[in-house]
């Protein structure tokens, strides 16, 4: 239960009263309350530092050591208080996570050892507040991380792969960590020669070279020694091809594999030479085929395979995409406006070179950035006064966002990873909450399963209802009065959904049938489970003799579920004090109104003689397939 | 929120009184976090506590404690009445039902509960009176608080109880079943059929009522 519910229990119970007027039925008994209500101090030593609280401070989170009677195993009779050999310094923190309801992180402790602490205290990391909890998992993380580099510097290299990994497991880790095999290392750096000897090929191939004999221009080495270019251009790009074949051969999930940056950049640098291949070689699709060898420019691109710099700067200009756009946009909206007023400037001049307001943009772009060409220069006073104006005005404008951006990097990688971690936390927060309220309702629906809402009035209670905190025994009286008051019954989401399936096939069934019907053999601690499965049933043999096998082909087993962290069941140990309770449910049609439970079993059983058969076989602990098989009467 | 302090008070008094009345609490966040950051109650003292409620001084200490350890500034406002409720009724949806509960411990319709509303409240739930403990009953199902319970105002408490239940129910819950028992509660109670439950025949029939009579000495030892 989370923080301080305890306190408002006894409020919720109280408030009960107004259900009174209204129950439909009588409302149960509450549980005895057998210790003392009044608060006492508790004194608590550790390690030679005393503390003292009140009890109910400590109650408040039964989960944990100090809250439940585990706390028990430390008392010192002699001295008359708890004592722990732990750090006090610790303790210090711990404790005032009972005060207020908020863990905190010191920071000057050590992470690991305020884990074990917290391991040894029952508290769970992930309560630790939001003030400290940046901190603790920053600490943790870097922890994590140095743990996990000593350990790869330890055994000398990454972990031999399991034995038994197929070949396609072995090859795509070979592709990914280069350093697991000679083999993958080799592949590696003969990969990176070759993007290096494209590339090169690439510009040498526009370098002019001496004229051949006889003619007196200079030609470019590319169509000097077409051959030799042409071959080694082949080469790269069947080196590359197999490269990315294998890859994909490898790949543990195809579709993402190609989705991925580094697969496109592949693509797109092998495509070229192929579409050269297969156009065919005349002068007008020459020129687009000439367009497409700038494309075989983005092999250099595949050194990000090789260079983990070049991924985090395409990560980061990814990241801040929005901030590079807004720039973009402010510098357009400077550029148009700057580019008119010049073009109207210098309309009248004759011979002007801003013959248009997009010449004019050229201008601008080279003013602005102060690179001044001069290939365009103003004439008119007016487009002379504008253009000082317009470079000025430029360097602001490129000068002041540059900083905001680079600020803006790191915020917004600083805040994306703090968002996430949000997110994270947020995940786990929630689903502990749903956790700890399923648990809640778990550990009531067990508790009316084992009987416990029976009338104790003997010794024959089983083991299993017993053990149960304070704080749950009045937690489940106030679920009981609800469902008094209501005359309806909780019940979880396997039960409601058959209900549901068997309420829309439509029934037919006869009080008399649901009343007969318990097996014998069942104890008096669960009649009352008893009696639900012997009217389940009883249901489902009506169900057969109507020839009907959905319903029984909806038979589960319903395992009872097992209370969950609840730290006060785990010591008591249900399961195995479970002496009968340990049946497992049968749901089948569930039909009739319920009648009022049975204390004693009645002895009659429904005409099917194989029906004991299957709840015998169930009695003992069989698997689900039994169960349906069994059930094809 | 406004809707809660609005639709509590009294209908004599009219728009004139709404604005008349003390406003600690009112609505959107924003200015709840200031005010609440502001309102710091502070009880009255132990010995007209103690003489006002029928708690021992050491049972109010206890109490005083664990209320002031939950909420610091010393009063309680709705949105922890509901969190609380659905602790505690995991299943189903608390949160109208604890919109009622907070009206019927709010004496004052301020939108806070005090401690002194806290205590004065469960004096009368655990300690009071029969007479006093269906008084409170009556109080809480009277969602307008003019004296009578009207069927509307039934089928809302009774459907928030129901909603409590949440959907996971055996036999299930159907649409009409809220409906079908107040039909039940106000054939029992409505002794003049005339379609109201007035103070009067709740207390009469329920000093009628075995069970319900029983069950009042239910819940006497929870503090």
């Not at chain 1, 795509?172 to 750096?189: G, I, K």
């Not at chain 1, 993007?195 to 040498?204: G, Y």
């Not at chain 1, 943009?361 to 253009?387: E, S």
């Amino acid at each position: 239960m989370a923080a301080g519910v305890a306190t408002w229990l006894p409020f919720a119970r109280a408030a009960a009263v107004g259900w009174l007027p209204l129950a439909k039925k009588t409302m149960p008994k509450p549980p005895i309350d057998k210790k003392s209500r009044s608060d006492e101090i508790l004194f608590v030593n550790v390690s030679g530092l005393r503390f003292q609280t009140w009890k109910n401070t400590l109650d408040r989170y039964p989960d944990t050591l100090l809250g439940s009677s585990e706390k028990e195993f430390f008392y010192n009779e002699d001295t008359q208080e708890y004592f722990f050999d732990r750090d006090p310094e610790m303790f210090r923190h711990v404790l005032n996570f009972y005060r207020t309801g908020k863990l905190h992180y010191p920071r000057h402790e050590c992470i690991q050892a305020f884990d074990e602490e917290l391991a040894f205290y029952g508290i769970v990391p992930e309560i630790i507040g939001d003030c400290c909890m940046e901190e603790y998992r920053d600490r943790k993380k870097e922890n994590q991380e140095r743990l996990a580099e000593d350990n790869e510097a330890g055994e000398g290299g990454d972990a031999p792969l399991p034995p038994n990994s197929t070949s396609r497991e072995r090859l795509w880790r070979a592709f990914e960590n280069p350093h697991t095999s000679t083999m993958a290392l080799v592949f590696y750096y003969v990969t990176g020669f070759f993007i290096a000897v494209s590339v090169i090929a690439n510009v040498v191939e526009t370098v002019p070279c001496r004229p051949i004999k006889g003619t007196v221009k200079d030609l470019p080495c590319g169509e000097k020694y077409s051959l030799a270019f042409f071959c080694m251009d082949t080469a790269c790009v069947l080196i590359f091809t197999f490269e990315y074949l294998m890859r994909l051969f490898a790949a543990p999930s195809r579709c993402k594999f190609m989705r991925s940056v580094m697969s496109v950049i592949d693509v797109v640098a092998i495509m070229p030479y192929y579409i050269g291949l297969i156009m065919p070689e005349n002068e007008d699709v020459s020129g687009a085929f000439v367009t497409l060898r700038v494309f075989r420019v983005f092999r250099i691109f595949k050194f990000s395979r090789h260079s983990q710099g070049l991924r985090i700067l395409g990560y980061t200009l990814k990241s801040c995409a929005s901030e590079l756009g807004f720039l973009l946009f402010s510098l357009t909206m400077a550029i148009i406006i700057f580019a008119t007023v010049m073009f109207y400037a210098e309309k009248g001049t004759k011979g002007t070179n801003f013959t248009s307001i997009p010449a004019a943009f050229w201008y601008t772009i080279v003013t602005m950035t102060t690179l001044g060409y001069g290939d365009m220069v103003p004439n008119t006073i007016a487009g002379k006064i504008f253009g000082s104006i317009c470079s000025l005005s430029g360097v602001l404008v490129i000068a002041l966002p540059v900083p905001v951006i680079v600020s803006n990097f790191s915020r917004i990688y600083h805040q994306n990873q703090r968002a996430d971690k949000m997110r994270a936390q947020q995940k786990v927060r929630m689903a502990r909450i749903r956790l700890a309220k399923k648990g809640t309702t778990n550990a009531f629906l067990q508790y009316k399963d084992d009987g416990g809402l029976q009338d104790h009035d003997s010794d024959s209670t089983a083991l299993c209802v017993k053990n149960r905190s304070a704080f749950e025994h009045q937690h489940h009286h106030l679920l009981h009065c609800l469902e008094k008051t209501t005359n309806h019954e909780f019940t979880d989401e396997l039960t409601y959904s058959e209900v549901c399936m068997t309420e829309s096939v439509g029934y037919r069934t006869s009080r008399s049938t649901s009343l007969s019907s318990h097996q014998g053999g069942s104890s008096s601690c669960c009649p009352r489970r008893a009696k639900r499965r012997a009217i389940r049933l009883a249901n489902s043999t009506v169900s057969v003799s109507r020839g009907s096998m959905q319903e029984l082909d909806t038979l589960q087993v319903h395992k009872t579920s097992v209370a969950p962290q609840s730290r006060s069941s785990l010591n008591a140990r249900t399961e195995d004090l479970k002496l009968n309770c340990d049946d497992r449910d049968f749901t089948a049609a569930i039909i009739s109104i319920p009648t009022p439970p049975a204390n004693t079993p009645d002895e009659s059983l429904p005409p099917s003689p194989a029906i004991p058969g299957i709840l015998r076989n169930s009695r003992s602990g069989t698997f689900p397939h039994d169960a349906v098989k069994i059930s094809s009467l | 929120m406004s809707d809660n302090c609005l639709s509590a008070h009294l209908p004599g008094q009219g728009l004139m009184g709404v604005f008349l009345r003390q406003r600690v609490c009112v609505t959107d966040s924003v200015e709840d976090e200031l005010e609440f950051a502001l309102a710091r109650h502070r009880p009255e003292g132990l010995e007209q506590l103690e003489a006002q409620t029928r708690f021992s001084r050491k049972e109010l200490q206890i109490l005083y404690r664990g209320f002031k350890n939950e909420c610091p500034s010393g009063v309680v406002n709705e949105d922890t009445f509901k969190d609380i409720y659905s602790q505690f009724f995991p299943q189903g949806d608390a949160s109208m039902y604890a919109h009622f509960l907070f009206n019927a411990f709010d004496s004052d319709h301020n939108g806070c509960v005090s401690f002194e509303d806290f205590v004065l409240g469960l004096s009368v739930l655990l300690r009071g009176s029969v007479q006093e403990k269906l008084n409170w009953a009556f109080n809480l199902y009277d969602i307008n608080k003019d004296g009578y319970i009207t069927k509307e105002e039934m089928l809302d408490i009774m459907r928030a109880i129901y909603d409590m239940m949440g959907k996971w129910t055996y036999p299930l819950l159907k649409e009409e079943t809220p409906r079908q028992h107040v039909d039940i509660f106000f054939q029992k109670m409505d002794k003049n059929r005339d379609g109201v439950v007035t103070i009067d025949e709740f207390i009469d029939c329920c000093q009628n009522d075995e069970n319900i009579m029983k069950s009042m000495q239910l819940f006497e030892n929870v503090i």
